[in-house]
């Protein structure tokens, strides 16, 4: 690949930004684009700028709302911010103490929020990469996801439970008994009504999270709070 075709930082593992989206992993040694007898299809296969910083595969990535920026979660205890226009690394997020899992932006991209296997959520200021609140749960935390409004944060956990938390103030609001086995992954619906949540026995389980209520733990159905 020519230099004209992709901007980089030096180091062992990147993020490939192309055709508006990203993908994420350890570069191949050498690259495919230097193999013998490799070569791209076309053009619009070329990453477009490709980001070299992490020392380990990257877990998990995502853009800033505005579309300048991207966070890039690391296998070993990172969150790295990124600037798209130069490829230039802008910050450093450190605190967790273990595998970073999951990285997202606030739907007005002030805030950075990351799950870790060190059993907390780490809510960051993205525009001087301070760390503002530790939540935390009883195992390892493997997905986050902003409400659209940007005021409440879902978090999945190894423990089977989704938790949601305000995201002004840290507080915990609601305790869900999503499965008993791990849960994976944990979306809001577009109107924040609902969170969508996937978990290791095979099935993707949707919560109704419109109802404000006094924190409690709602059991299988998503229904009443323990006593």
Do not use: C
């Not at 060190?118 to 195992?139: F, G, M, P, S």
């Amino acid at each position: 690949m020519s230099t004209k075709s992709r901007r980089s930082l030096p180091a062992a593992s990147t993020l490939l930004l192309a055709a508006g989206f990203m993908l994420a992993g350890a570069e191949p040694d050498p690259p495919p684009s230097e193999k013998p007898g490799w070569e791209w299809k076309s053009p619009h296969d070329r990453p477009i700028l490709v980001l070299r910083g992490h020392k380990k595969v990257p877990t998990s990535v995502a853009f800033s709302p505005d579309g300048s920026r991207i966070a890039s979660a690391h296998k070993k205890s990172t969150v790295r911010l990124w600037d798209v226009a130069s490829g230039k690394e802008l910050a450093v997020l450190r605190g967790h103490t273990d595998r970073v899992t999951s990285v997202a932006f606030s739907p007005d991209g002030s805030l950075i929020v990351s799950a870790s296997y060190d059993k907390t959520v780490r809510l960051w200021n993205a525009t001087n990469a301070r760390q503002r609140k530790v939540l935390r749960h009883e195992d390892m935390v493997l997905s986050v996801a902003f409400s659209p409004d940007g005021s409440r944060i879902a978090s999945a956990s190894a423990d089977g439970t989704v938790r949601l938390w305000d995201a002004s103030s840290g507080k915990e609001v609601r305790v869900i008994r999503a499965n008993s086995s791990r849960v994976f992954s944990v979306a809001f619906s577009p109107d924040g009504s609902r969170i969508a949540v996937g978990s290791k026995d095979k099935t993707v389980r949707l919560w109704d999270v419109s109802i404000e209520d006094d924190p409690g733990v709602d059991g299988e159905h998503g229904k009443g709070k323990s006593p």
